[in-house]
Structure formats: C-alpha cells, structure tokens
C-alpha cells in the first residue's frame, strides 16, 4: 500500500493526521462513516500510529517518548503498561463507534495502525455484473 500522509496544524497548536479514509484531529478520529472522541492522551496515540501509518510498527519507547515528552524522563515507572491500557480503550472505544481496522500489537516490535481493506474498483465491477446477470 502506498504512504499518503498529510499533516496539517490548526489553530489548537495539534497536528492533524488525514489518511485515505481515516482522520486524527484536534478532538477526534473519524473514517468513513463513523467517528469517535477520545481523551487527549489517547489522541496523542492514535495521532502517532497514523503518522506512522505504513512505516511498520511504533516501539512502545516511542509511543512513551511522543506521550509524555523527554523532558519528563521518559514517563511514569509503569509507562509501558499505561500504554497498553490506554490501546485497549483506544480499540474498545472505536469498535464501539464502527471502526473496521484494528491497533495490532506485534509482540515484541511495537503497535501499528491497520486500516479496512477498501474493496477494488475491480471488486466492485465484478460484484455489479454478478448482481445484473
């Protein structure tokens, strides 16, 4: 899949992450019929994975740099495991709104961001032909 990024800063002073089909704002994350608001720590998340979106997986050190900055030493002693927590409420959060996709944890690399596959045009020309025969 091609990388197709765009990064957009508003007045809130956030960066702004559009993907096709997927959005991070200042208070929300949005995708094709469905939408969720999630709580700033979390959209510090999110807004990191779909920076990151076709780069692989994000390192939990990442993950807890981007969150609490390294001016604070890296973060909380249990920093790790509050990352976790808060992808579990990220992931419950947007399968509640409708969201296809998934947060992957590949063990031992970090998370990424998976997308819903979009069906081809091709698909879609098959399955219209189906329909009409």
């Excluded at 469905?34 to 990191?48: E, F, S």
Aim: positive net charge; charged residues 20%.
């Amino acid at each position: 899949m091609t990388r197709s990024v765009i990064i957009t800063r508003c007045d809130c002073r956030q960066l702004h992450v559009r993907l096709p089909g997927f959005t991070v704002d200042c208070h929300s994350v949005r995708w094709g019929g469905g939408a969720c608001r999630l709580a700033a720590q979390q959209m510090k998340i999110v807004r990191l994975l779909a920076f990151r979106f076709g780069t692989g997986p994000v390192p939990g050190a990442e993950l807890v740099s981007w969150v609490w900055g390294e001016e604070d030493g890296g973060g909380p002693l249990y920093a790790a495991e509050i990352i976790a927590s808060q992808m579990a409420r990220i992931r419950r959060r947007m399968v509640a709104a409708g969201f296809q996709g998934q947060i992957i944890n590949r063990f031992g690399f970090g998370y990424e961001l998976e997308l819903p596959k979009r069906p081809s045009p091709l698909t879609l020309v098959a399955s219209t032909e189906q329909v009409a025969a």
